[in-house]
Protein backbone atom coordinates (compact mmCIF):
# COMPACT_ATOMS: atom_id res chain seq x y z
CA UNK A 1 0.00 0.00 0.00
CA UNK A 2 2.71 2.59 1.19
CA UNK A 3 4.12 1.82 -2.81
CA UNK A 4 1.07 2.95 -3.73
CA UNK A 5 0.72 5.98 -1.88
CA UNK A 6 4.84 6.60 -3.05
CA UNK A 7 3.59 6.33 -6.92
CA UNK A 8 0.37 8.36 -7.01
CA UNK A 9 2.78 11.09 -4.32
CA UNK A 10 5.02 11.05 -7.27
CA UNK A 11 2.49 11.29 -9.94
CA UNK A 12 0.60 13.84 -8.62
CA UNK A 13 3.75 16.47 -7.95
CA UNK A 14 4.38 15.80 -11.16
CA UNK A 15 0.96 16.97 -12.56
CA UNK A 16 0.58 19.87 -10.30
CA UNK A 17 3.99 21.33 -11.59
CA UNK A 18 3.08 20.88 -15.24
CA UNK A 19 -0.36 22.21 -14.56
CA UNK A 20 1.38 25.39 -12.83
CA UNK A 21 4.16 26.23 -14.25
CA UNK A 22 3.82 25.24 -18.07
CA UNK A 23 -0.43 25.04 -18.62
CA UNK A 24 -1.15 28.17 -16.66
CA UNK A 25 1.09 30.29 -18.12
CA UNK A 26 0.71 28.59 -21.51
CA UNK A 27 -3.09 29.35 -20.67
CA UNK A 28 -3.12 33.23 -19.64
CA UNK A 29 0.30 34.40 -21.68
CA UNK A 30 -0.36 32.22 -24.98
CA UNK A 31 -3.82 31.77 -25.19
CA UNK A 32 -3.34 28.13 -25.42
CA UNK A 33 -6.01 25.93 -22.91
CA UNK A 34 -4.73 22.45 -23.98
CA UNK A 35 -2.54 21.68 -21.43
CA UNK A 36 -4.75 22.49 -18.57
CA UNK A 37 -7.91 20.77 -20.26
CA UNK A 38 -5.97 17.48 -20.54
CA UNK A 39 -4.66 17.30 -16.97
CA UNK A 40 -7.06 19.17 -15.24
CA UNK A 41 -8.89 15.81 -14.48
CA UNK A 42 -6.47 13.35 -14.12
CA UNK A 43 -4.79 15.78 -11.59
CA UNK A 44 -7.85 16.33 -9.59
CA UNK A 45 -7.80 12.57 -9.08
CA UNK A 46 -4.76 12.41 -8.56
CA UNK A 47 -5.45 14.72 -5.51
CA UNK A 48 -7.94 12.96 -4.25
CA UNK A 49 -6.69 9.50 -4.18
CA UNK A 50 -3.28 11.06 -2.59
CA UNK A 51 -5.77 12.34 -0.21
CA UNK A 52 -7.94 9.24 0.84
CA UNK A 53 -4.32 7.26 0.79
CA UNK A 54 -2.91 9.55 3.46
CA UNK A 55 -5.93 8.65 5.18
CA UNK A 56 -5.80 5.20 4.71
CA UNK A 57 -1.77 4.38 5.38
CA UNK A 58 -1.67 6.87 8.47
CA UNK A 59 -2.24 3.94 11.00
CA UNK A 60 0.74 2.04 9.40
CA UNK A 61 3.33 4.88 9.78
CA UNK A 62 2.13 6.47 12.89
CA UNK A 63 2.05 9.99 12.20
CA UNK A 64 1.59 12.82 14.75
CA UNK A 65 -1.70 14.88 13.93
CA UNK A 66 1.20 17.62 13.17
CA UNK A 67 2.76 15.40 10.68
CA UNK A 68 -0.14 14.31 8.88
CA UNK A 69 -1.07 18.14 8.47
CA UNK A 70 2.40 18.44 6.93
CA UNK A 71 1.63 15.59 4.22
CA UNK A 72 -2.00 17.02 3.30
CA UNK A 73 -0.59 20.64 3.27
CA UNK A 74 1.94 18.84 1.05
CA UNK A 75 -0.46 18.07 -1.53
CA UNK A 76 -0.80 21.86 -2.24
CA UNK A 77 2.41 23.28 -2.23
CA UNK A 78 4.78 23.03 -5.38
CA UNK A 79 7.23 20.21 -4.82
CA UNK A 80 5.34 19.11 -1.59
CA UNK A 81 4.86 15.82 -2.76
CA UNK A 82 8.62 15.12 -3.18
CA UNK A 83 9.61 16.45 0.45
CA UNK A 84 6.85 13.99 1.64
CA UNK A 85 8.24 11.04 -0.42
CA UNK A 86 11.88 12.04 1.34
CA UNK A 87 10.99 12.73 4.70
CA UNK A 88 8.16 10.55 5.40
CA UNK A 89 7.71 7.45 3.27
CA UNK A 90 11.16 6.65 2.84
CA UNK A 91 12.01 5.89 6.09
CA UNK A 92 9.98 2.92 6.48
CA UNK A 93 12.40 1.26 3.29
CA UNK A 94 10.52 0.98 0.74
CA UNK A 95 10.86 0.54 -2.88
CA UNK A 96 9.40 2.08 -6.05
Same mark, same amino acid.
Given at each position: ?27 ? &??? %????? +? ?8 ? &? ?13 ? +?? %? %??? &? &? ?16 ? +??? +??? %????
Amino acid at each position: MVNLFRIISYLEGISYLLLLFVGVPLKY &FGD %NEILV +KSLGMPHGLL &FISYVFMAFFIKPEF +KW %N %NKD &F &FIILISSIIPFGTFYVDK +KYL +KTK %NTTL
